[in-house]
């Protein structure tokens, strides 16, 4: 009997969602609580399960669904994610009356979709997993279904998206005709064993990149491929900025990773320059076009792609240092963002969601402990110690620095500089500006400030997760 | 004894920052309660800083009080704290200083009183943390941290146009550290190691010398600040609260000059006296042009401000004539001690005297609410006591002999006229002109017929407890400035006997 130890997370979430759903038609309206208590019980009840058969698991390797410490590791970060966005957005969308289970359910097919992400050992299996994380994202974007913001939005990101996801398939078929294998290990081997190759192969092979880079470029939301992201951050629910801020940028690192380290490491000498120049004009459009965004979404969204172009510089060095620089880098930001959206979710303006920076004008004299918070995360963001946000930059420059990268390692300090005075422009209001509206909190915030706080524990200490990084990336470079 | 065994430079570290995070939350205590927690905080790390100068081995140039333990495993990042003697007299600066404004700010009014004891508490910690630390990252962190309490004190209790100061300090100063981030970094992938100590034994080639040179330089000396780097002081100062620009002249300049006697001055040795003619310009510009400007201003906060920038001139001067001692042909060894001691006595004395005048202006501003020196006239008719020690002060800025203000410039200028006779006469110059303006503010403010119908009232016991310490000090180092010498002589020796060895 063959045993589905190895595929049973995802296979308990399909089922889980299912009975959901069916169980959420039969509750009236003030019990839907209920669904929601039964859907973070699942995620929970997942983190469990993988914990405790973490050792049967990962010994089940299938050839094409890998189960290893790396998949585990970043399926229980997903899961612990999700659960937090969870909270945070339950909160918020049962305060503006907009709460339906479905939008939880969707949710989780994105999680569906990341986690066969990192569990892909296939570039078709790899495929299926962002399309499904793509189609549930497009879906909850489109959830604020009043406003013609969101709609745009979704429109918009619906249409590149399939372009996009075309792009992807068209690299991959490209592959799958030069090596004649869409297993990423065999194409690893193919590219290793062939050896020198002639330039009617190189062109193939360097077409088949662009296809794909391009694509993954777009999924990540690198410039110039960043158009969509302003929009959909800006139209889209605060608590669809959050989920879309965090969790799919570690599932597009993990493509990425799977890609372009697993795979296509033997072809580096051509993808490196092509995402080092990703890497270069996203921390320059990121950086510069923040500074005049009056929206805080909108901010936070070039923010996003500033970022995105340090956590592919990390990349396009390709050695094993680097890629722990960007993985550590990788989570830090998510943590930043969580928290920072998180913090936004408890705040109303006049009843209304936070839209404007100027909405949050003199926080700090009514609700000081909120407003430290959002200084902690804003400063966190700007890269200025003691903070993570500061460790992962070192490491990222410290990487550059040791390969003797002197001009990126300065453009990107210099860089960090420019994105200082947007992130403090937020501090100024907050706190040097007077009161001009009514600020309430949603509910107290206990879990977003140990979220914050956490920004400022792993500033002091940040061993572990430097630690964690180190290990995750230690697979790929053992042989 | 239990002194012994306790990590005493933890504690000036860390119980300012603790309980200063503790005190920006306490909103709903009284005002009173308030100060007198902050009082006994700051008192407390001031008794600590004395012990640990009273446990101080002078005849030492080794480190002491060395806590040193693995803070972040992976990047090879101590815990690295320790002092020696220069560090030790800028943590007991900033002790005093903290000290003193803590006393002051009872003296005024302002709204979220909390808070702005808090970030001065905090910002004391992170001052005594980049004076006694020994690795690089750790000192980066404190360096860089200094820049969140400061901004949140311009920005919420600074003048009229404190955004646009405040942001244009925090730029300048992330700009300048950054670049130094970038050099700390590559020091030490070449020295294998992030402490401080192992990069001076680090060979290097000119080129790449001169490459941290100017990084450092240009960090360090937008701090200091040097000219043409220095635009970002007069704003902060004229929109910085009081106290605010106490700590600004008092000890936050400072730190530029300490930063260069820790890191360029031994690191990048040979690049310093490869661009040592490009260098001595630069602090006489600062000296001769920033006076000229300073006697220009009309506000009081700016004039000083220049004047700061003037001052802090002799403390760049004399490091960059180290290196024009260093010089095969010009070797001196005698002249290039005196040069760093000059350097680091200036920066104690100005130290002092601009902390002292921005307290006076601040003083002065709570009673007529203007800082312009056009609307001041006469205040000695209403205030005598105070103005005696504001002219005390401004005779102490001009440099007069017996004042702290004299002994570090005077050292200065000895040490230029060994170098070159134009250097010695060029920085003489700021005697005349920092004489014109500060005794020109001096009879515009103080002399002369009352503008103000009513009087103003004299200070208080309290503001003349604050300038009645800060009198004595000056006379003290003025007097005696042997005291100070006897903290620093071996470690300055030391640092300059190194030199000469590499």
């Known amino acids: 009997m063959m045993n589905f130890l190895f595929i049973m997370p995802e296979i308990i979430i399909t089922t889980s969602m299912s009975v959901i759903l069916l169980i959420d038609l039969f509750l009236k309206k003030k019990n839907k609580i209920i669904s929601y208590y039964l859907i973070q019980f699942t995620l929970l009840f997942l983190i469990f399960f993988l914990i405790r058969n973490f050792e049967q698991i990962t010994s089940l390797n299938h050839q094409d669904f890998s189960t290893d410490i790396f998949s585990i590791v970043f399926k229980t970060i997903l899961l612990s994610g999700l659960i937090i966005i969870f909270y945070y957005s339950y909160n918020f969308l049962r305060y503006f009356k907009v709460y339906k289970t479905e939008y939880f359910l969707i949710c989780l097919f994105g999680l569906l979709g990341m986690m066969i992400i990192t569990s892909a050992q296939d570039l078709l299996i790899l495929y299926l997993g962002i399309e499904l994380l793509s189609l549930s994202l497009y879906s909850i974007i489109a959830y604020n279904k009043d406003s013609a913001f969101s709609s745009e939005a979704a429109i918009k990101y619906y249409v590149l998206g399939a372009i996009a996801s075309g792009f992807l398939l068209f690299g991959i078929s490209l592959i799958y005709g030069l090596t004649g294998t869409i297993s990423l290990n065999e194409v690893f081997q193919f590219i290793y064993d062939s050896g020198s190759r002639d330039a009617v192969q190189n062109v193939g092979y360097i077409f088949a990149l662009t296809f794909i880079i391009v694509s993954l470029g777009f999924k990540f939301g690198a410039a110039p491929f960043h158009m969509w992201i302003p929009d959909v951050y800006h139209g889209s629910l605060l608590p669809t900025t959050l989920l879309l801020s965090s969790l799919p940028k570690i599932a597009v690192f993990i493509i990425f990773i799977k890609l372009l380290l697993q795979a296509f490491i033997g072809l580096f000498h051509f993808w490196a320059d092509m995402i080092l120049i990703l890497a270069l004009i996203s921390i320059v459009i990121g950086n510069i076009i923040a500074i005049v965004q009056t929206n805080f979404k909108r901010m936070l969204a070039y923010s996003t792609i500033a970022n995105i172009g340090f956590i592919l510089i990390g990349i396009s060095l390709g050695t094993q240092e680097s890629f722990t620089a960007a993985t550590f880098y990788t989570l830090s930001y998510v943590i930043m963002s969580m928290a920072i959206f998180g913090i936004l979710t408890f705040i109303t303006i006049n009843g209304k969601a936070v839209e404007e920076i100027s909405d949050l004008s003199g926080l700090n004299e009514n609700h000081p402990w909120q407003a430290f918070l959002i200084l902690l995360t804003m400063l966190s963001l700007a890269g200025i110690p003691p903070l993570i946000g500061f460790h992962a930059k070192l490491f990222l420059i410290q990487v550059l620095v040791n390969s003797s990268y002197f001009i990126i390692a300065l453009f990107a300090v210099i860089m960090t500089v420019i994105g200082a005075y947007y992130y403090l422009r937020v501090i100024k209001v907050i706190y040097f500006d007077k009161v001009s509206t009514k600020i309430n909190l949603i509910i107290s915030s206990l879990i977003v400030s140990i979220n914050t706080l956490l920004l400022l524990y792993l500033g002091l200490f940040p061993y572990n997760l430097v630690n964690l990084s180190k290990f995750l990336m230690s697979g790929f470079f053992s042989t | ?502």
Request: net charge neutral.
């Open chain 2, 1 to 502: 004894m239990i002194i012994n065994n306790i990590p005493i430079l933890t504690f000036l570290v860390w119980i300012p920052i603790i309980s200063g995070l503790i005190i920006f939350f306490l909103d709903k205590y009284k005002d009173r309660q308030l100060f007198y927690i902050s009082i006994f905080i700051s008192s407390l790390i001031l008794i600590l800083s004395l012990l640990l100068l009273y446990k101080f081995n002078f005849s030492s140039h080794t480190l002491q009080f060395i806590e040193k333990t693995i803070w972040i495993k992976n990047f090879g990042i101590n815990y690295f704290l320790a002092v020696d003697g220069i560090s030790i007299l800028f943590i007991l600066l900033t002790t005093i200083t903290t000290f003193l404004i803590v006393i002051f700010i009872t003296t005024e009014k302002y709204l979220q009183i909390n808070k702005l004891l808090s970030l001065f508490l905090i910002l004391e910690g992170l001052l005594i943390g980049v004076f006694c630390s020994f690795d690089s990252i750790l000192f980066y962190i404190f360096f860089e941290a200094i820049l969140i309490p400061l901004f949140l004190i311009i920005g919420i209790w600074g003048g009229n146009n404190r955004i646009y100061a405040t942001i244009k300090f925090f730029l300048y100063t992330l700009f300048g550290s950054v670049l130094m981030l970038v050099s700390l970094i590559y020091l030490s992938i070449q020295a294998d190691s992030f402490s401080i100590l192992d990069m001076y034994s680090l060979n290097l080639s000119l080129s790449t010398q001169i490459f941290l040179f100017i990084s450092f330089l240009i960090a360090f000396g937008i701090k200091t600040p040097m000219w043409p780097v220095h635009t970002w002081l007069p704003d902060a100062h004229v929109e910085a609260p009081t106290t605010g620009s106490v700590i600004l002249a008092g000890v936050l300049l400072k730190v530029g000059g300490y930063g260069m006697i820790r890191f360029l001055l031994p690191i990048t040795t040979d690049a310093g006296i490869y661009l040592n003619d490009y260098l001595i310009p630069l602090s006489l510009i600062a000296i001769i042009y920033i006076s000229f400007v300073a006697i220009a201003q009309q506000d009081m906060k700016k004039l000083i401000a220049y004047s700061s920038v003037a001052h802090m001139g002799f403390v760049t001067l004399g490091i960059f004539l180290i290196f024009n001692f260093l010089e095969k042909n010009t070797y001196n060894q005698d002249a290039a001690l005196l040069g760093l001691q000059g350097a680091i006595m200036q920066m104690l004395s100005h130290g002092l005297i601009s902390a002292a005048l921005f307290l006076c202006i601040g003083i002065i501003y709570s009673r007529t609410q203007s800082k312009l020196i056009d609307n001041q006239s006469g205040i000695i008719q209403s205030m005598p006591i105070f103005s005696a020690f504001m002219i005390f002060f401004l005779l102490a800025n001009s440099g007069l002999p017996g004042t702290s203000g004299f002994v570090g410039e005077f050292m200065v200028i000895l040490a230029s006229i060994k170098a070159n006779f134009l250097y010695a006469f060029l920085a003489s110059l700021t005697l005349v002109l920092a004489a014109s303006y500060s005794l020109w503010l001096g009879k515009r403010v103080i002399f002369g017929n009352p503008k103000n119908t009513l009087a103003l009232s004299e200070i208080n016991t309290t503001e003349f407890m604050v300038l009645l310490i800060l009198v004595i000090m000056v006379l003290f180092i003025g007097l005696k400035p042997e005291i100070i010498m006897i903290i620093m002589n071996e470690t300055t020796t030391h640092i300059i006997n190194s030199l000469q060895k590499g």
